[in-house]
């Protein structure tokens, strides 16, 4: 069994599973089935992500490879996955938890991009760290995410999840918006601008 830090899901939206640093004796599960998504402008992220692959299937894990800007049933193999690994900077992170909320599945990033404050390893280290995770040896910290639905003049058009923050832009339009917003369903107020960030 994990170790998780649980924290209250915020609109309806689930909380997000992130797999952290190796930690001997917590009794996590052992994993076998990792979905790895690579960021698809980074050549380097694909090619980790072969190498990645091959030294799980010698170890007797399956995995499949992803671009982390699919979208829809390419990714609903996700459901059966033990973990996903990222391969870029924070912003893959962000988006993988997007794609996977609805799976539940712990994500493990490795940060080829810049900061990778969100990130746990790193090209370097995680041939020396991961063996750990398959063991199980890690624990889950699970993280707040938001739900946002959007919708123009009544009509919907769509909902998204979000870990961070939620971004309402006018896009191509030249002029300002009218953005309502509401929590839980009770108005809060109408901004007038050219995007929100919430």
């Not at 698809?40 to 800007?69: F, Y």
């Not at 973990?83 to 893959?92: K, Q, S, Y």
């Not at 750990?132 to 909902?159: C, D, F, H, N």
């Not at 953005?179 to 009770?186: P, R």
């Amino acid at each position: 069994m994990s170790q998780r830090i649980s924290r209250p899901e915020v609109h309806g939206a689930p909380a997000l599973p992130a797999i952290h640093a190796p930690s001997e004796g917590w009794g996590a599960l052992s994993v076998k089935h990792i979905g790895i998504l690579h960021h698809p402008r980074l050549p380097a992220a694909r090619l980790l992500a072969e190498e990645i692959a091959a030294w799980l299937a010698e170890r007797g894990v399956t995995s499949r490879i992803d671009s982390a800007l699919e979208e829809g049933e390419k990714l609903a193999h996700l459901n059966h996955q033990d973990m996903v690994i990222t391969l870029g900077g924070d912003g893959t992170i962000l988006r993988a938890a997007r794609l996977s909320a609805m799976y539940n599945v712990p994500l493990l990033g490795i940060n080829l991009g810049r900061v990778g404050f969100l990130t746990e390893f790193t090209p370097q280290d995680w041939q020396e760290r991961l063996p750990a995770v398959l063991k199980g040896q890690y624990w889950v910290e699970e993280r707040i995410m938001l739900r946002a639905s959007a919708s123009r003049q009544a009509q919907p058009l769509g909902t998204f999840d979000a870990l961070n923050d939620v971004v309402v832009g006018r896009g191509e339009l030249a002029r300002v918006l009218h953005v309502e917003a509401s929590v839980n369903d009770t108005p809060l107020t109408t901004y007038v601008a050219d995007g929100v960030i919430v």
